[in-house]
Protein backbone atom coordinates (compact mmCIF):
# COMPACT_ATOMS: atom_id res chain seq x y z
CA UNK A 1 0.00 0.00 0.00
CA UNK A 2 1.09 3.34 -0.99
CA UNK A 3 1.90 6.03 2.38
CA UNK A 4 -0.97 8.33 3.34
CA UNK A 5 -1.97 11.96 3.19
CA UNK A 6 -4.98 11.93 5.26
CA UNK A 7 -5.35 11.37 9.41
CA UNK A 8 -2.04 12.69 11.42
CA UNK A 9 -0.15 10.91 8.13
CA UNK A 10 1.73 13.68 5.81
CA UNK A 11 3.59 10.57 3.71
CA UNK A 12 5.65 9.65 6.67
CA UNK A 13 7.00 5.57 6.19
CA UNK A 14 5.79 4.76 9.80
CA UNK A 15 2.46 5.16 11.45
CA UNK A 16 2.12 4.35 15.71
CA UNK A 17 -1.29 3.14 16.84
CA UNK A 18 -1.82 5.27 19.43
CA UNK A 19 -4.08 2.78 21.13
CA UNK A 20 -1.65 -0.34 21.02
CA UNK A 21 1.58 1.77 21.18
CA UNK A 22 2.42 -0.44 17.74
CA UNK A 23 4.42 0.99 15.02
CA UNK A 24 3.80 -0.05 11.28
CA UNK A 25 6.13 0.06 8.16
CA UNK A 26 3.68 1.83 5.63
CA UNK A 27 6.51 0.10 2.57
CA UNK A 28 6.33 -3.12 4.23
CA UNK A 29 2.76 -2.87 4.87
CA UNK A 30 0.59 -6.59 5.21
CA UNK A 31 -2.49 -5.56 3.90
CA UNK A 32 -4.39 -8.98 4.30
CA UNK A 33 -7.48 -9.39 5.89
CA UNK A 34 -6.06 -9.58 9.11
CA UNK A 35 -3.00 -7.60 8.19
CA UNK A 36 -1.69 -4.06 9.40
CA UNK A 37 -5.26 -2.25 8.78
CA UNK A 38 -3.73 0.86 8.64
CA UNK A 39 -6.89 2.71 6.90
CA UNK A 40 -9.04 1.17 10.05
CA UNK A 41 -6.26 3.05 12.59
CA UNK A 42 -6.48 6.54 10.38
CA UNK A 43 -10.37 6.74 10.68
CA UNK A 44 -10.13 6.09 14.26
CA UNK A 45 -7.96 8.12 15.06
CA UNK A 46 -5.52 6.56 16.44
CA UNK A 47 -2.81 7.10 14.16
CA UNK A 48 0.36 8.70 14.95
CA UNK A 49 3.33 9.52 12.52
CA UNK A 50 7.46 8.97 12.67
CA UNK A 51 9.76 9.43 10.35
CA UNK A 52 12.28 6.39 11.80
CA UNK A 53 11.83 3.30 13.50
CA UNK A 54 14.34 4.84 15.80
CA UNK A 55 11.55 7.93 16.77
CA UNK A 56 9.46 5.10 17.44
CA UNK A 57 10.91 3.07 19.68
CA UNK A 58 12.10 6.52 21.55
CA UNK A 59 8.22 7.14 22.20
CA UNK A 60 7.76 3.65 23.70
CA UNK A 61 6.46 2.04 20.88
CA UNK A 62 6.59 -1.60 19.94
CA UNK A 63 7.34 -3.30 16.36
CA UNK A 64 4.15 -4.93 14.37
CA UNK A 65 4.68 -8.50 13.65
CA UNK A 66 3.61 -8.51 10.82
CA UNK A 67 5.43 -5.75 8.48
CA UNK A 68 7.93 -5.42 11.14
CA UNK A 69 10.61 -8.00 12.87
CA UNK A 70 7.94 -8.59 15.78
CA UNK A 71 8.38 -7.42 19.24
CA UNK A 72 11.38 -5.47 20.86
CA UNK A 73 10.19 -6.08 24.25
Excluded at 28 to 49: F, L, S, V, Y
Aim: proline share 3%; glycine share 12%; with cysteine.
Amino acid sequence: MPRRYKGNMKGEQHCGNVHKTEVHDLDNEDTGTNGCQIDEIIAAGHDRPFTSLTEAHGAGYDDCAKCLTGSKW
